[in-house]
């Protein structure tokens, strides 16, 4: 295990971990193969495996395991979802259950609670709740869908303006 900064991996007794920034994976006790980069990136994992946290609370409160965050406040409120990853800042940022999401930019999948969504482009998807299977490909694609299934948009502002469920543009 290796660490820098002030409490990272302060109470860890597992091997194959790695913290970089104050607070760092300071709650863990068990679990392997994390790494955390930034003040209080994956500050609350303490015996689960898997996850790699890179900014400033970034993970902060998981303790799922098996997710990728990279950005200030990714996948910051994820508590028990589990095979997420995010990419930008608040990127999945309330997502506190949901899992196999991907979302890549800035407010991509921002509220999402949800299971199996993808979410590529700035604040794309960024009002789901707890729709599932929906995918969204470019700035704001889908960003007004909150509740709803089974939608696919690909473009810039594609499906913007769309609430109900089961629909795609291309």
């Known amino acids: ?5 002030t409490s990272a991996l302060l109470l ?3 091997a194959d971990n790695c913290a970089f920034g104050a607070n760092a994976l300071d709650a863990n006790t068990s679990g392997v193969r994390n790494c955390g980069f930034g003040k209080d990136a994956l500050g609350a994992i303490a015996t689960t495996n898997d996850s790699t946290a890179f900014g400033f609370n970034a993970l902060l409160l998981d303790v799922g395991g098996e997710n990728t965050a990279v950005g200030s406040r990714a996948l910051d409120a994820n508590t028990s979802g589990t095979r997420n990853c995010a990419v930008g800042v608040d990127a999945l ?10 979302a890549f ?9 949800a299971d199996f969504n993808n979410a590529f482009g ?43 469920g089961s629909n795609s543009a291309f």
Do not use: P
């Open 1 to 5: 295990a290796s660490a820098f900064g």
């Open 93 to 102: 940022g309330v997502n506190s259950a949901g899992g196999n999401c991907s």
């Open 12 to 14: 860890n007794t597992a």
């Open 122 to 164: 700035a604040g794309s998807l960024n009002s789901n709740s707890s729709g599932t299977r929906n995918n969204a490909f470019g700035v704001s694609a889908l960003s007004s869908i909150s509740t709803t299934n089974d939608s696919s948009a690909f473009g810039h502002f594609a499906l913007i303006l769309d609430t109900g």
């Open 105 to 113: 930019g800035y407010w991509a999948l921002k509220v999402s609670n």
